[in-house]
């Protein structure tokens, strides 16, 4: 089955700078990959996700971006701000009638 | 809609115990999930159900657990007997189709003493 590794697990950056988290998945069948946000005490919700007929996928200041040659993807937050403190869920899939498997989750702390 | 609804909220029970967890999805939405967040393990998925019928369970940790959806707008997660190691926060999730986006509902924080 699908296996997705997250890092890093916490991530600290001031406010104003950019935060990058990395994701690895290991099942090349898998074609989508979405982002998930919590924040404290609250419940995870998507905010971008990409499929695998695409490289790259902008929304405002966060973007993510998918290898499927090496099995990676990537979510980039530009311009960080105190409210992106939460932590980020990155997940895989086959499409069809597979769930969701997630990352362990990274903790990212904007420090204004 | 408003949303995926589960309770309780929190729950606090004594080792050996049953407890029950419930949850309605959103209307219209095909798929349930059940997962279980915990600091060491992240987001676990337990158990997925597809119109009401149960799809894959390999994600329940024990016997003690086990899942219901008697209806499209109902399901259950009950433990018995519950035991300190089960404590976490358990989440139900709806979505129109398998992958498609994840609606979770608040969670219920369960503590076993």
């Known amino acids: 089955g699908e296996n997705v590794e997250q890092h890093p697990s916490t991530l600290s950056v001031q406010e104003g700078d950019s935060a990058v988290i990395k994701c690895t998945y290991s099942?090349?069948?898998?074609?989508?990959f979405p982002w998930y946000k919590q924040e404290l005490g609250k419940r995870p919700q998507l905010i971008i996700d990409i499929r695998s007929n695409v490289g790259e996928k902008k929304d405002q200041r966060i973007a993510v971006t998918l290898n499927k040659t090496a099995k990676h993807f990537s979510l980039h937050i530009t311009e960080t701000q105190p409210e992106d403190s939460a932590v980020y869920f990155c997940a895989a899939t086959l499409s069809g009638n597979t769930p969701l498997v997630f990352g362990k989750g990274t903790r990212l702390s904007v420090i204004a | 809609d408003a949303g995926v609804i589960q309770s309780p909220r929190h729950e606090v029970t004594e080792m050996g115990q049953e407890v029950t967890l419930r949850c309605k999805p959103i209307s219209g939405h095909d798929y349930l999930f059940w997962y279980r967040q915990t600091m060491m393990r992240g987001l676990e998925l337990l158990i997925y159900f597809n119109n009401n019928v149960p799809i894959d369970d390999s994600g329940m940790p024990e016997d003690r657990f086990s899942a219901k959806m008697p209806n499209a707008s109902f399901s259950t997660l009950k433990i018995q007997p519950s035991e300190p190691r089960d404590s976490a926060v358990y989440f139900c999730a709806s979505s129109f189709e398998s992958t498609g986006e994840l609606f979770f509902g608040e969670g219920s924080r369960l503590t076993v003493l």
């Open positions: 099942d090349s069948a898998s074609n989508y």
